[in-house]
């Protein structure tokens, strides 16, 4: 239920391999990173690369909390 803020592209630009991520995905992962659910600590998002479970379980984790389901 998050809504985008700005743009997409801008919310991808720090990342070096932003122009691998596919075009369907840009405005959810940018939504997602704006809301800080998703981002890495360094300069890459590693789009095509396998999700491990710990990477989904933080994922849901940073998601619950941004929803106030859960305390950080």
Request: aromatic letters at 6%; glycine letters at 6%.
């Amino acid at each position: 239920n998050l809504k985008p803020q700005g743009d997409p592209v801008q919310a991808l630009s720090p990342y070096t391999d932003a122009q691998a991520v596919p075009k369907w995905a840009t405005p959810k992962l940018a939504t997602a990173i704006n809301a800080g659910i998703v981002g890495q600590e360094d300069d890459r998002l590693e789009p095509n690369k396998p999700a491990t479970r710990a990477d989904a379980a933080a994922y849901i984790y940073q998601a619950l909390v941004k929803e106030g389901k859960i305390k950080p």
